[in-house]
C-alpha cells in the first residue's frame, strides 16, 4: 500500500465514494486484470485516474490496462492519451477504427448512429479483453447515467432496469464494472480539472444527442428545484447499491 500525497476535498470525495462503491459491491480481487474504456472524455478519464489512484491504497494487487478506441471522426485526437498513459506507466492499446463515420452513412440504414457506435466499440473492447486476458472491463458511467438509464427504461419498455454496478459475461470470463455510479457529474468534472487531466473534445457530429441525453433533459424540466433532483439522484443510486451490494 502507498500514500497518495496531498489530495484537495473534491479528490478525496470521488476516490471515496468510488471506493465505498467497488468495496459494497466485490468489483475487484487480488490478481485481477482490469481493462479501462478510456475514451478521453471527462468520465472515462477520472475513472482512469481514480483506479491508479486505488491500485496504490487497497491490500491486493490488480493489474491495469487502458483500453481506447477511436471511432475514426478524428484519427489523431488521441494523441494526448498516449502521452499521459506513458507518463504514468499504463499499460495501453490504442486503436482506430471507422465505426463512427460508418455509423452515419448508408452502411448503416437500420440503428441509430449512437446505437451503431457504441455496439461496434464495445464488441472491440470485448475482443481486447479476450486478446490481453483481462478479467475485468470498466466503464465511467455515472450516477447520472444510472438515473436516466432507469427512466429511459421506465418509459421506453416499461422495466425496472438501470445500470449493474457488476456483471459477468461470457460464463463468467469478464466481469465488467462502473465504478462511478456513486458520482454525480458536476463532482467529476471539478474533480477532472483539479487533477488537470487533460480531456479530449467528442469529434462526434451527434455528441449531445443521444436518447440518454434527451432523457436527461426531460427530468431537468421535471425536477427543476434542487432538492427534487438530488432526491431522485439518491433514491436511484442507493436502490442500485442495494441490487449490487454483495451479502457476506
Request: contains cysteine; aromatic residues 8%.
Amino acid at each position: 500500500m502507498g500514500t497518495l500525497g496531498r489530495l484537495n476535498y473534491i479528490q478525496k470525495k470521488v476516490l471515496g465514494k468510488t471506493g465505498l462503491f467497488m468495496k459494497e459491491t466485490g468489483q475487484l480481487h487480488d490478481g485481477a486484470r482490469v481493462g479501462v474504456a478510456l475514451s478521453g472524455g471527462v468520465d472515462s478519464f477520472l475513472l482512469t485516474k481514480l483506479l491508479l489512484l486505488r491500485r496504490q491504497i487497497v491490500p491486493f494487487d490488480f493489474e491495469l490496462m487502458a483500453l481506447h478506441v477511436n471511432p475514426g471522426f478524428d484519427t489523431t485526437c488521441h494523441a494526448p492519451l498516449v502521452d499521459w498513459c506513458s507518463r504514468h506507466g499504463l499499460a495501453s492499446h490504442f486503436e482506430v477504427m471507422t465505426i463512427g463515420p460508418d455509423a452515419h452513412s448508408e452502411k448503416n440504414l437500420k440503428k441509430s448512429a449512437c446505437f451503431y457506435c457504441a455496439w461496434f466499440r464495445r464488441k472491440k473492447l470485448f475482443e481486447l479483453c479476450s486478446r490481453y486476458n483481462l478479467t475485468h472491463l470498466a466503464f465511467g458511467h455515472t450516477g447520472d447515467d444510472l438515473v436516466a438509464t432507469l427512466f429511459m427504461n421506465m418509459t421506453k419498455t416499461a422495466t425496472m432496469q438501470a445500470m449493474a454496478g457488476r456483471s459477468s459475461y461470457f460464463g463468467g470470463r469478464l466481469t465488467l464494472i462502473r465504478p462511478m455510479l456513486l458520482l454525480r457529474k458536476k463532482d467529476i468534472v471539478k474533480a477532472a480539472t483539479a487533477f488537470d487531466l487533460p480531456v479530449v473534445k467528442n469529434p462526434c457530429p451527434s455528441s449531445g444527442t443521444s436518447e440518454r441525453a434527451s432523457v436527461e433533459q426531460h427530468l431537468s424540466t421535471m425536477f427543476p428545484d434542487r432538492k427534487s433532483r438530488e432526491n431522485v439522484f439518491r433514491a436511484v443510486t442507493r436502490w442500485q447499491l442495494d441490487l449490487d451490494r454483495v451479502v457476506d
